[in-house]
């Protein structure tokens, strides 16, 4: 009895030690999280305001010419930006989105070739699972994204899609929309378009009023609509990288935050079962001391 007694407490004392490590993380993550979600806040507004600046350069001139607006007749290569996190312990975050991006790689159909650029480790790794081929991986930047380490990948986009290399542009995010809720979302980035613009980040969208321009406006475009288009448009795509690799880190630290309560939770659960266990067991070994001392002194009675 005594050596379970033992094996219960050194189970005790474990357990307790797991749980400060899991507070600890929760702590971190709830930290992170505030930061990400106050620069996701902040972020959404300029892509929203930048195409409807497009909007009406569009009553002027023709933007279906610009190489980033103008759509294919038929789609054979296409270019997947996946957004996942460099760590695990996240709850379900990357099993969500990785789910969505083999469901979106499936539908492309057998005839379609997919190549992928990977922003974290964990969404590379599933993808050389799959036989993609990965054009480039980046590490290190999900936790705490900066604009100036978003812009190669921006420009790697749009570099290539206008080249020709591919004819859609695809990207693969989680789509922050509270503390306990997150969206994973796959949607066509590249050519661009206003469904596009108004489904990145649009979960927090509603509290932010659009901006309207009325026919009598008028504009002079200096050099040209068509120069304008050039210098706005590749600023436009970085920018709505940069705020999905923020509505990323923002879900990723709030899942996290939750999956670490979570495990708190089942582990305070957990050590009042040993403790009640315990309890039992140092119980029945007292009993069994008292009977056995009992039986001891009624057999020298008689």
């Given at each position: 009895m005594a050596v379970q007694t033992r094996a219960i407490k050194r189970r005790i004392k474990s357990v307790k030690n797991t749980r400060k490590i899991t507070k600890a993380m929760e702590l971190v993550a709830a930290s992170k999280m505030r930061k990400a979600v106050s620069a996701v806040l902040a972020s959404r507004p300029y892509a929203k305001l930048a195409w409807n600046t497009?909007?009406?350069?569009?009553r002027l001139s023709d933007t279906s010419l610009h190489?980033?607006?103008r759509h294919h007749r038929e789609t054979t290569s296409v270019l997947m930006l996946l957004i996942t996190s460099d760590r695990g312990l996240a709850g379900g975050y990357n099993t969500n989105v990785l789910r969505r991006t083999r469901e979106a790689i499936k539908s492309l159909g057998g005839g379609v070739q997919v190549q992928a650029v990977c922003i974290g480790k964990r969404g590379a790794d599933t993808l050389k699972r799959l036989g993609i081929p990965?054009?480039?991986?980046?590490?290190?930047?999900?936790?705490n994204p900066k604009f100036e380490e978003i812009l190669p990948i921006?420009?790697?986009?749009?570099?290539?899609?206008?080249?020709?290399?591919f004819d859609k542009v695809v990207l693969a995010y989680t789509d922050f929309v509270s503390a306990v809720s997150q969206t994973p979302v796959v949607l066509d980035f590249l050519p661009l378009s206003i469904e596009t613009v108004k489904s990145v980040g649009q979960a927090k969208q509603a509290g932010h009023e659009e901006v309207k321009f009325t026919k009598a406006s008028e504009y002079t475009f200096e050099p040209s609509p068509r120069e304008v288009l050039d210098r706005i448009l590749p600023r436009l795509v970085q920018t709505m990288v940069y705020q999905a690799v923020l509505e990323s880190a923002a879900s990723e630290h709030s899942a996290r935050m939750m999956a670490m309560r979570s495990a708190?939770?089942?582990a305070g659960e957990m050590i009042d079962d040993l403790t009640f266990t315990f309890n039992q067991a140092r119980q029945a070994g007292?009993?069994?001391?008292?009977?056995e001392i009992s039986s001891g002194k009624a057999a020298l009675e008689n």
């Open positions: 497009v909007q009406s350069i569009g190489p980033l607006l990965i054009l480039a991986s980046f590490v290190d930047i999900t936790s921006g420009r790697m986009a749009v570099d290539d899609y206008t080249k020709g290399s708190s939770d089942a007292i009993t069994q001391e008292i009977a």
